[in-house]
Structures are given as structure tokens and as C-alpha cells.
């Protein structure tokens, strides 16, 4: 997950990148190395959940949950290490608890997480809009997320919608996973089906390298007095 963070994080440190951080991977003594890895590898924010270490998605049944004082003790970890890295890293704690416990408990997760000095609020499975717009109403004026996984437990929002209910920052998970998995799953069947994958005629190699900096990377070598595109790309 780190690996995966970093490199996107990177291909443009002008965008921020928040980062899923699940359970922290551990005791306080993990969290705080995963906060400090985090921080190095230049990513702006994380979300850190009340899960127990084996999680599952906030989409599906069954989750367990680790005890609110374990869940404060991630959250107080995190807060220290950003401190002590003398970081402006976000820290946003997720409870899982409406599943299982009910809106009430996963609330007081929240503001306890809150307390504990995580900046963001992020309430997993929203089961309808009044819900939300409750919640964001509670815990004012401390800012809340929403994760918007379409066709899961949540009701599928837009992001005029939640900024409208007063949502502070907005994640869409399957934004480009699912997109790219039909797309991918369309080709290979017309591959299989004609022999032909029938790519769009504008998706040349050279427009791939082009989207991956080809130009920058010429640029470069030509300013440094370098040669190796003399002879093109």
C-alpha cells in the first residue's frame, strides 16, 4: 500500500493524495512507522479505521471492530508522530461502527477520534442522505468525509450533493477501477470473439509514452546537452 501511495503521490506532488491507511498495520508502535512512511513518501492525508488487523471492505457484512479505547490509541499514535515529524500530513479517522453497533456508538467514536485530534471525520456506510446531513449537523464544525462507493451501501450522492449537505472532502473509490475494468473485460472479449482487441486509432505507442512524460523527458535531455533523442522517439 505504501509502495502503490508513493508512486502516485508522485507523479504529480502538486496534487495531494490521500491514502488509505486501514487499521494502522498494527500496535502504536506500527502506526507510528506507517505515519512516518506515509509522511516520507509525500502523501497529504490518510484515513485510519476502528477495524480489527484481518478488515474487510465497509461495503460488505461481517466486520469486526477493535474497542473504542483501541481505536483512540491509533488515532492518538498517528497525532504524535505527525507532531513529532513536525508534519501537516491529515489525519482522518473512519469508524465502521454503523454496521454493527449503530449510528449512536459509531458517533461517539467520531468525536472521541476528533478529541484525540484527528481532522477529519469518516463515517463508513451511510445508509441514506438524512443520515448524513445528521451526522454532519452533530459533529459541526468539525469537517466530515464521504466515501461515495456507488451501488454499495450508500446512496449514490454527487459531489454537489454532499458539498451542498456540507461533506468537507469527497473519495470515489471505484472512480477509475470500475471504468477501467469494464473497459479492460469489453476488449479482451471483442479479442477473443474477432482477433481484433479494435484499439482507438489515436492510442499509438508514442501518445502512451506521451501521457507518461515523453516530452518532459526529451526536453530534459536536450537542455542538459544530452543526445539521446537525436535521432527522435
Known amino acids: 500500500m505504501l509502495r502503490n501511495a508513493e508512486m502516485i503521490a508522485n507523479l504529480n506532488p502538486s496534487v495531494p493524495l490521500i491514502a488509505d491507511m486501514d487499521t494502522g498495520f498494527g500496535s502504536p508502535v506500527n502506526i507510528a512507522r506507517s505515519v512516518s512512511a506515509y509522511i516520507r513518501a509525500g502523501i497529504a492525508g490518510f484515513h485510519i479505521e476502528d477495524q480489527v488487523q484481518n478488515k474487510r471492505c465497509g461495503h460488505l457484512q461481517g466486520k469486526e471492530l477493535v474497542s ?7 488515532v492518538r ?15 482522518i479517522a473512519r469508524t465502521d461502527a454503523l454496521q454493527g453497533y449503530g449510528y449512536d456508538d459509531a ?4 468525536k472521541a477520534a476528533r ?54 472532502v469527497m473519495i470515489w473509490p471505484f472512480a477509475t477501477w470500475a471504468p477501467a475494468y469494464v473497459a479492460m473485460k469489453e476488449a479482451l472479449e471483442k479479442l477473443k470473439k474477432t482477433g481484433l482487441a479494435d484499439t482507438p486509432s489515436y ?23 544530452g543526445v539521446s533523442f537525436d535521432k527522435g522517439a
Open 115 to 168: 478529541d484525540c485530534g484527528a481532522d477529519v471525520g469518516f463515517l463508513e456506510g451511510i445508509t441514506s442522505v438524512e443520515m448524513a446531513r445528521k451526522a454532519i449537523t452533530e459533529i459541526a464544525p468539525w469537517p466530515m468525509l464521504l466515501n461515495m462507493v456507488e451501488h454499495g451501501a450508500t446512496p449514490t450522492i454527487s459531489k454537489y450533493e454532499a458539498k451542498e449537505m456540507g461533506f468537507k
Open 68 to 74: 473504542q479505547d483501541v481505536f483512540e490509541s491509533r
Open 77 to 91: 499514535a498517528a497525532v504524535a508522530t505527525r507532531r513529532r515529524e513536525n508534519s501537516d500530513i491529515v489525519i
Open 203 to 225: 492510442i499509438t505507442p508514442r501518445h502512451l509514452f506521451e501521457i507518461c512524460g515523453l516530452e518532459e523527458s526529451m526536453k530534459i535531455d536536450r537542455e542538459a546537452g
Open 107 to 110: 458517533m461517539t467514536r467520531l
